[in-house]
């Protein structure tokens, strides 16, 4: 577990960057990260002496009082949690670190059931108690907080309860998810040529290849390769579905997306509203892209390796690291040089790690950390357009993670829903600048493919994702899904979504296995839709002229988690409950498609 070289040199994207955990923590033994446990098993125990069963005598000062204190206990444990989290994605194939993540959760979630009675007695509160200690500034400095938690208030179990399910999550969906994540990292995925064994990054990037032989014997291997594994896929998919689907029942959500969307701050029916204005819009959208792509191609039909594949004419020109960072930060500072100098400091002090590893973990994110610390992205530079676009995305969190961290531990964190609006508006920053500093048809065309493509895997197949956990949930209160049954649920939505433009085979219908969100996170992915096309809304405001649109926007990502998406989105005209809120958005996509077939 020792701290890799700052650097690693890749021949054709230059240096590469490794990130600096040395600000979380010198090392994995480090006297002051065993100071953490051995402080807050102190303060938990101190804590609950003070204040188990005391919250309603309390008066609005000593609430308060009480509020931060929990806050101060709980940062230093997150710290560590992230800590743990970063190292074991940088490097999952390692047992050690595996062991070590797994001994630091077990640690915190020790200590954090000791103060698990605070939030369970704060929702018991008497709502008239509760009114008279927000009169107090102290109280009233954390009412977005409480308004967050009193809404788990009908779902809220009792403390026994409560505290059983946390304590058994470690050796129970965490454990899971665990095993998947190693399974994953460890699996190698066999092509015919020179290269051999891949690993998922370096498969998934095949799919990407100028070379359709080479996107082809990609794709076929890495179907095999999950086909292999599918059973033990199949069994976690089908264990988390149940695990879910009990504690669904005994919270009484009415459906299995009902507790995402609450974490989430959004109803139920904002979002039935987008998955269906999504799938209303398959054919003009999707359907019709792939149409196109597939006369580029020279037929009536596109292989699904080729789905993302460059255009005929496309030279897959390499990206230098470099140059990646000069223009997304060039992007960023045209629309406010404040914001380029947030991002600048992801570079500047080693907060990002970019070269694929054997081990790696295969996909990209920025962790927030702890307010008191700095945001961590990962991701896995291969130098493509689509990498450029990543390095966008992710930053675009960081930055939004850095300017929601003055709200405080337990106000920083956004609800997914909004959490992806800063990191798609990161992304269509980037991709105007290029498209605009671009005069050659030929690469305006490829950029504005890239860009639609790169529109329909948020869009369309974020949902026919949502779409593939609904109907999984859903049938697997029935009884055990076969990994069969799983592969002709993917196989139906995929064909549904995507269109018959798309010729798939055997092979993809293991695809389903590969897909971590719906492991780590149920029903997370039609954050990627809302975000994307709230970000379109929000740029047909801003390309309108709106009077002071960057600093409500910077505005907007200060806000952390102390407002909900009406009040967010407020300052902008703009409100996600009206049925025109997403035809707005993806009438961007469907513009950017008859410019394309303009171009045809």
């Known amino acids: 577990m020792t701290r890799a070289p700052a650097q690693k040199i890749q021949p054709e994207t230059g240096s590469l960057p490794e990130w600096n955990l040395a600000d979380l923590y010198p090392a994995p033994d480090s006297p002051k990260l065993r100071a953490v446990f051995e402080e807050g098993e102190r303060a938990a125990e101190a804590f609950s002496e003070t204040y188990a069963g005391k919250l309603a005598g309390l008066d609005g000062a000593a609430l308060g009082a009480a509020i931060a204190a929990y806050e101060r206990l709980i940062e230093p444990l997150y710290k560590a949690m992230s800590y743990a989290q970063l190292l074991h994605a940088a490097d999952v194939a390692d047992a050690e670190i595996g062991r070590f993540y797994q001994t630091v959760n077990e640690r915190v979630t020790d200590i954090t059931t000791r103060t698990l009675f605070f939030t369970l007695e704060i929702n018991r509160l008497d709502d008239a108690v509760l009114e008279d200690q927000l009169r107090d500034p102290a109280t009233a400095r954390y009412a977005p907080w409480l ?17 059983l399910l946390h304590e058994k999550s470690v050796a129970g969906r965490a454990a899971w998810v665990r095993l998947f994540d190693e399974t994953m990292a460890d699996l190698r995925f066999t092509v015919a040529d020179e290269d051999g064994e891949l690993t998922l990054s370096e498969v998934l990037d095949r799919l990407t290849d100028t070379d359709g032989d080479r996107r082809r014997t990609a794709a076929q291997a890495l179907g095999r390769g999950l086909g292999e594994n599918r059973r033990l896929f199949a069994l976690v998919t089908n264990t988390l579905a149940k695990d879910k689907a009990i504690e669904d029942q005994w919270r009484r959500f009415k459906r299995p997306v009902s507790s995402r969307n ?42 699904y390796w080729d789905r993302n594949a460059p255009l005929p004419d496309d030279s897959a020109r390499v990206y230098r690291w470099d140059e990646a960072k000069e223009m997304v930060l060039g992007a960023y500072g045209a629309f406010d040089p404040a914001m380029a100098d947030t991002a600048r400091r992801f570079f500047d002090e080693r907060w990002i790690d970019a070269p694929p590893r054997p081990g790696k973990d295969s996909g990209a994110f920025s962790h927030p950390t702890v307010p008191s610390a700095h945001p961590y992205i990962l991701m896995n530079y291969h130098g493509k357009a689509r990498d450029v676009m990543t390095l966008a995305h992710e930053l ?11 709200q405080g531990t337990l106000m920083a964190d956004t609800p997914l829903t909004l959490a992806e609006t800063a990191s798609v508006f990161g992304e269509m920053l ?67 979504s995507l269109g018959p433009a798309l010729r798939f085979d ?17 029903f997370y992915v039609y954050a990627y839709a809302f975000g994307d096309c709230l970000v379109n809304s929000l740029y047909d405001v801003f390309s309108k002229g709106h009077a002071g649109f960057q600093q409500k926007y910077l505005d ?45």
């Not at 308004?147 to 505290?163: C, G, V, Y």
């Not at 799938?279 to 792939?290: C, E, K, P, T, V």
């Not at 675009?396 to 003055?406: F, I, R, S």
């Not at 980037?430 to 639609?452: H, S």
């Open 262 to 303: 609450l974490a989430n701050h959004v109803e139920d029916e904002v979002v039935d509203a987008l998955a269906r204005s999504v799938r209303q819009a398959y054919g003009d959208l999707a359907h019709r892209y792939y149409r196109l792509k597939a006369r580029w191609f020279g037929g009536d039909k596109l292989d």
């Open 430 to 496: 980037t991709f105007r600048k290029l498209l605009e500093n671009e005069t050659d048809p030929a690469t305006r065309r490829i950029l504005l493919a890239g860009k639609v493509e790169d529109m329909l895997n948020t869009v369309v197949r974020q949902v026919a994702f949502h779409e593939f956990e609904t109907l999984v949930h859903d049938e697997r209160a029935g009884g055990e899904l076969s990994a069969e049954r799983l592969g002709e649920i993917w196989m139906q939505v995929q064909g549904d």
């Open 147 to 163: 308004r967050d938690l009193r809404a788990f208030r009908p779902h809220q179990l009792s403390d026994d309860l409560e505290k």
């Open 396 to 406: 675009g969190h960081g930055v939004h993670q850095v300017l929601a961290a003055p």
């Open 506 to 522: 055997d092979d993809y219908r293991n695809y389903w296995a590969y897909i971590p969100h719906f492991v780590h996170a149920p």
């Open 556 to 600: 907007m990502l200060r806000a952390g988690g102390t407002l909900r998406h009406k009040e967010l989105l407020a300052p902008f005209g703009l409100d996600a409950t009206d049925p025109s809120f997403w035809s707005r958005g993806l009438s961007m996509v469907s513009g950017f498609i008859d410019e394309l077939e303009e171009m045809a």
